[in-house]
């Protein structure tokens, strides 16, 4: 045995006899309390660490919950795959033709950081997009995000060169972007969308506000095609209406110009322009100014136009007929102010001849005799002094006088005074000679029995007929005469009327308006144009309006009533033909 094993022996042979002789009772007590003092530790070690590890997966489970009720995050402008793919319904013209539908393209972005050297990226995607804004993509391409869109949208053949670079940390991502294949041509109606394919503006707005941008937003499109959007206006017709807005600009060195043409019946908008306008596949191009519907946002001085109503009114109240008179020898002072014509006769004028003479004083002389309250009621009633309700976002509130006094109502009575838009002033125009039913205009299919529905009986039959002639005399022997086309019989009312610079009217600056109808028989449709301040430079005597906006209207209505269908009549009764031989 060893040295070491004896000695191990000896100490445990010494151990048990010293405990057999020598153990009492006291230190078995306290082996025994330190034992479960001991185990009571243990315990207590255990219990704590149970505690924590059930903490620890609470606050786990507590924020698992919170990201799965949170809204999700918006970063860098990126949507979900499902959204950046999700349809818009197509846009077309009544007769299916189309006027914006989606088309697939893919947009590039980085992953920054997978990039290992950013100069390099920048460098070789400079090569395929040429104005690609060098230092933001560095910035870009050296933060510490995950994703970044370096660009939106691009080409088939820029997908192909970019691809062909072979740089690492970059790719391609579906989305859709919207055409319009018509371009500027009916801009200002269908409007146009954001890079995320959202509406802005015109139709394309007004589709998202009838629930496809809640559904968006939810994630409930989808890349599934929809029911196509049918617009009431004719693309024949618009583009018509379009040509002939866009050259007045050139035409009469204007600032601005618009028409509008509406059914009568219906309240349907078949075609609407203004100009300047836009490329809506490139909005950015046009710039503000192209941006702006002067023909439904833009509040103007209707001039002369609102001598129809003036008229209207006076006949509808009863207190004339056609056959009455007016002494309009003499001026009007009022309020420190002289109302004079311009075009005086200086005698007693009938009530055609007030109209085919544009007479200031004996449209006065109606206002005053229908009074201040009656005046404003009456222009409350057909619409021109409230917002029109209508399904293009785009759309001013006219003005008027705070408090109407006398001098308000006479100056009013001639177009001076209320400013509304052009195309609610054609809407009013419209229940001159319809019968005397006012129809929220349209720009949906709407058929007679639904515009029956939301009609409104503005004005007497007889007064309606009353107004019909009154156009068809001016259009014959007044200002209208340079809107007459050979067998479609038009009819309508001028108006030039000074602009307001710096709170003052100025003389040489001129807003000029033709609002007409046609066939004067029974008309079918409203046309109204404008010219915004038309210069006569050339000695054109484009500063009035009826050698600038009523030269508009008559080539509108000559190139577009045959796609209308309306025939023309020639002769006495409209049974002769025209030969030609």
């Known amino acids: 045995m060893s ?5 191990m022996v000896v100490k445990r042979r010494a151990h048990f006899s010293s405990d057999r002789k020598g153990r009492s009772p006291v230190n078995g007590a306290a082996f025994e309390g330190t034992r479960k003092r001991k185990s009571s530790q243990a315990r207590n070690r255990v219990g704590l660490l149970i505690a924590g590890f059930a903490a620890f997966y609470v606050l786990i489970g507590g924020r698992l919950v919170q990201y799965g009720v949170a809204q999700p995050e918006i970063t860098s402008s990126i949507l979900p795959a499902d959204r950046l793919m999700a349809s818009r319904p197509d846009i077309v013209d009544r007769n299916g033709a189309i006027l914006a539908t989606d088309i697939r393209t893919v947009s590039l972005f980085a992953e920054p950081h997978k990039i290992v050297d950013a100069d390099e990226v920048v460098e070789k995607l400079s090569t395929v997009l040429t104005d690609l804004d060098v230092k933001s993509t560095y910035s870009k391409l050296k933060s510490n995000s995950r994703f970044q869109w370096l660009r939106r949208q691009l080409t088939p053949k820029q997908q192909s060169q970019i691809l062909a670079l072979g740089v690492p940390g970059i790719g391609f991502r579906p989305e859709k972007r ?4 018509g371009g500027r041509t009916a801009a200002h109606i269908v409007g146009y969308v954001n890079i995320d394919n959202r509406g802005v503006a015109g139709m394309e707005r007004y589709v998202d ?7 968006a937003a939810v994630g409930m499109t989808s890349n599934q095609p929809l029911e196509p959007v049918k617009l009431s206006i004719d693309l024949r017709v618009q583009a018509i209406v379009q040509d002939v807005v866009s050259a007045s600009i050139g035409k009469y060195q204007a600032i601005g110009a618009g028409a509008v043409v509406i059914d009568v019946h219906t309240g349907e908008i078949l075609g609407m322009a203004s100009a300047p306008d836009f490329d809506p596949n490139d909005p950015a191009a046009g710039g503000e100014e192209g941006w702006f519907n002067r023909m439904s946002n833009g509040t103007f001085e209707m001039g002369s136009t609102f001598k129809s109503f003036t008229l209207a009114m006076g006949l509808d109240d009863g207190k004339m007929n056609l056959n009455s008179t007016f002494d309009a020898r003499f001026p009007i002072r009022i309020g420190g102010f002289t109302i004079k014509d311009f075009h005086g006769k200086g005698r007693v004028l009938s009530v055609p001849e007030i109209f085919q003479y544009s007479s200031n004083i004996g449209t006065a002389k109606i206002a005053d005799a229908v009074g201040i309250e009656g005046h404003k009621e009456f222009l409350t009633r057909l619409g021109l002094l409230s917002r029109m309700k209508t ?39 419209a229940a001159l000679v319809n019968g005397g039913k006012l129809i929220e205009p349209t720009f949906l299919p709407r058929n007679q029995e639904q515009a029956d529905v939301v009609a409104t009986q503005v004005l007497k039959p007889s007064t309606s007929r009353d107004m019909r002639y009154l156009f068809e005399w001016n259009g014959a022997n007044g200002s209208g005469r340079n809107a007459r086309v050979p067998g479609f019989d038009v009819g309508g009312k001028t108006g030039t009327a000074d602009k307001v610079v710096n709170g003052r009217y100025a003389h040489d600056k001129n807003f000029n308006a033709f609002l007409s109808a046609f066939p004067m028989d029974n008309p079918r449709y409203v046309v109204l144009s404008f010219s915004d301040e038309p210069k006569t430079d050339k000695g054109n005597g484009a500063a009035i309006a009826a050698t600038s906006a009523a030269p508009m209207v008559k080539e509108i209505i000559s190139r577009a009533a045959p796609i209308l269908g309306v025939k023309p009549k020639f002769g006495n009764d409209g049974s002769a033909l025209l030969v030609s031989y």
């Open 209 to 215: 506000s009838q629930g496809l941008a809640d559904l």
């Open 3 to 7: 040295f070491l094993s004896r000695v």
């Open 391 to 429: 399904e293009l976002p785009e759309v001013a509130m006219p003005s008027q006088p705070r408090q109407w006094k006398k001098i308000n109502s006479i100056t009013i009575s001639f177009g001076h005074g209320v400013a509304t838009t052009p195309l609610q002033t054609a809407v009013a125009g």
């Open 178 to 181: 919207r055409f319009y294949p």
